[in-house]
């Protein structure tokens, strides 16, 4: 596994997501426009809005974990399950780069 093109992938996928980020949160708290009159165009911003930040929790979840990954890269133990200390997979690492556990800790913790 080429772990420098791993750590350049990781990087651009941060970036990418601290941009999205960042056009979130201007939309929720950076309104420009004023609130409709119409009580029906009301409700659909608020559902709109509540949409907007569950997508900023989950981006910023993931943030968390891309720098979690960037750090243990880092520290040469990016291979390594943080839950039973063995290998992850390469396979597993390609689908999902910032994972931090095999495959069976992950089912396990799913379970």
Known sequence: MNLQQVKVNLLEKKAEIESRLERTHKHIYHKDEPVSANFNEQIKQTENDELVRALEQEGREELRQINKALQRLDSDEYTLC?????????QRLLAIPYTDL??????AADS
């Open 82 to 90: 943080t839950g039973c200390g063995g290998e992850i997979g390469e």
């Open 102 to 107: 095999c495959i069976e800790c992950a089912s």
